[in-house]
């Protein structure tokens, strides 16, 4: 069979299926089935359920698991009985018909199984469209599916059919003047009923004849004088009456926007323009109700402001209503990415994303995003008409989308420091989160690698780390691969005593005294401190022919080692005799400046000690050493002159006195 370009035929070739019921299914037919360039194979099997029981009728084995997986639920018999007609339809995707096929169905009842299948224009989004008539030509069901219909293929489909719904419209009143349907169908004048599909919207339109008026709508949920709308069954009256005479009033719209004007009592209901007889003398109450998208600017003529209008037939009148457009506005869509969560807020209010992630605002206006991370997820940034992490600012000239991401929470291990021992200190950490002088945590995200340092406060000392692998008293680098738990362990410093020893007698500069344990080194450090309680042990030594007498002070006495419990400040002394027949060297300073003289053999250092004894005839030579801002200017001996060194033979007890002067401008 030749397909014709525009509109063809369907050419059948297999079989399909009609039960009493309401879905039409496409299924392969099996064997046999061939293809021609440029169609495409399609098999029908129109199904009606019933109320009733699941028939037993005998099913070809090939249809047995489509009847095993149809619906239950349907409609009346008597109704199935009525159909004699299959008519299937193939459109374009614009909507034009490519090709329809008719199929008489002569007196259906149920569990009757009637084969149909045919092959239809290929292409892609075809619509395949179904409906059943009875005798008289009335639709009684319908439906349709779209699919791709591959050249060459066998399409197996689905459709649902539902039935159609009858609208019938009554006129009433003396008046006169027709009621027309969209869709089509109704033209009452001549046709007051009509079947639709289900699912359509009927929007009926009233329109009055000269000399009537159209005083509105009853039932099927209708009222008013405005258009009226159904989409089930249902039966409208529409009523005209006729003008009455009196004053005409006429309404007229005007400005950028669109509205509707109705009247109390009935006669007005227009767009753009309409008028309407009232009685002499009636006050009329015009209403003005704005489109979507404008605003109702007010009233001119026999009226003002944009209340509502009350006008007194007492003559025609004119009023004008005034309808301006809403502002141009642009959709700003916010779209959420990544695997964390957060919300998107506006400002001006009208996205709050969470819920609502798109919105209209003036075009020209600028908009201001706000992203907020929930639930330990981090906001990684803007996309789209914005960057970066801070409020995102959109002017609105167009269309407008912005991605907001966020990212899941990091996962985080925690990190315990806990604090031991009799001291007291701080630990801290990098990077940071550990600042703690007593026990304390943080998170750290998983494999960083923190540094965790010890600070002993004062009066006490860091004995060490302990966990977690750290040891010693240096820093502790921990890994935070699971979670971690380190022990910092300070010791509190013992409270100290002053121990001071004092050298007496004539033999003094040539004895020493030493502590064990360390700390007294007397020659140079005669004071120490040492922990309260200790044991402190000093040791006298002599020289030169010195002798040590013995000990004062401190508990301690004799000559042998002194010990010292510190228990307190304590002063020891220790008493050294000059060897018989010594001379005592003595040393003055004298000058503006200042300096020390020390002597070879060892006795003076003066400084501290300025005489000593020295065996008689004892050859000592005595430096001289300036500090600094002073000048040495010489000895009181004249043999010694302005040398830095001097060298005296001790024959008897002598003094020599050593000048330092202060350099001029010091």
Known sequence: MVMMPARQSLMRTCVATVQAGLLLSLFACGP??????????????????????????????????????????????????????LRVDVLAADGASLATESVPIPN???????????????????TIAVSAFNAAGSKLYSGSTTADLAPGATIPLQITLAPTFLVTVQKQGTGTGTVTSSPPGIDCGAACAARFDAGTTVTLIATAAAGSRFAGWSGGGCAGTGACTVSATATVSARFDPVVSGAVLTVGLTGTGSGIVTSSPSGISCAPTCTANFAAGTPVTLTAA??????????????????PC?????????????????????????????????????????????????????NGSSVTLTATATGGSTFAGWGGACSGTGACTVTMNGNQTVTATFNAPIMMNTLSVNLAGTGSGRVTSTPSGINCTADCSAGFPTGTVVTLTAIPSSGSTFAGWSGSGCSGTGTCTVTMNVNQSVTATFTALPSMNTL????????????????????????????????????????????????????????????????????????????????????????????????????????????NT?????????????????????TFGGWSDATCGGSLTCTVVVLSDQTITAVFNMVPGS
Not at 55 to 75: E, F, I, N, V, Y
Not at 320 to 333: E, I, M, R
């Open 310 to 362: 009350v006008v007194v037939m007492s003559a025609n009148q004119t009023v004008t209503a005034q309808f301006t457009a809403a502002p141009a506005t642009s959709v700003l869509t916010v779209v959420k990415m990544g695997g964390g969560s957060g919300t998107v807020t506006s400002n001006p209010s009208g996205i709050t994303c969470g819920n609502t992630c798109s919105a209209n605002f003036l």
């Open 108 to 126: 259906p009842t149920p569990g009757q199984v009637i084969p149909v299948s045919f092959r239809a224009p290929s292409g892609p989004n075809r």
């Open 290 to 307: 704005p489109a979507g998208g404008s605003t109702f600017a007010g009233w001119s003529g026999a009226c003002s402001g944009t209340g």
């Open 610 to 630: 300025c005489s000593a004894a020295f065996a008689a005839g004892t050859s000592v030579t005595l430096t001289a050493a300036p500090s600094i801002g002073s």
């Open 500 to 607: 001071t020893v004092n050298k007496t007698g004539t033999g003094a500069a040539s004895g020493t005294v030493t502590s064990t344990p360390a700390g007294i080194n007397c020659g140079a450090v005669c004071t120490a401190s040492f922990p309260a309680g200790s044991l402190v042990t000093l040791t006298a030594a002599t020289a030169g022919g010195a002798t040590f007498t013995g000990w004062s002070g401190g508990g301690c006495s004799g000559t042998g080692p002194c010990t010292v419990t510190m228990n307190g400040n304590q002063t020891v002394t220790a008493n050294f005799n000059a060897p018989l027949g010594t001379n005592t060297l003595t040393v003055n300073k004298a000058g503006t400046g200042t300096g020390t003289v020390t002597s070879a053999p060892a006795g003076i250092n003066c400084g």
């Open 32 to 85: 046999g089935s061939s293809d021609e360039g440029g169609t495409t194979t399609v098999h029908l099997a129109l199904v009606i359920p019933s109320t009733q029981a699941q028939h037993a009728a005998p099913k070809p084995t090939w249809w047995a698991r489509l009847w095993d997986w149809l619906p239950s639920a349907g409609m009346a018999w008597a109704q199935v009985s009525e159909i004699e007609q």
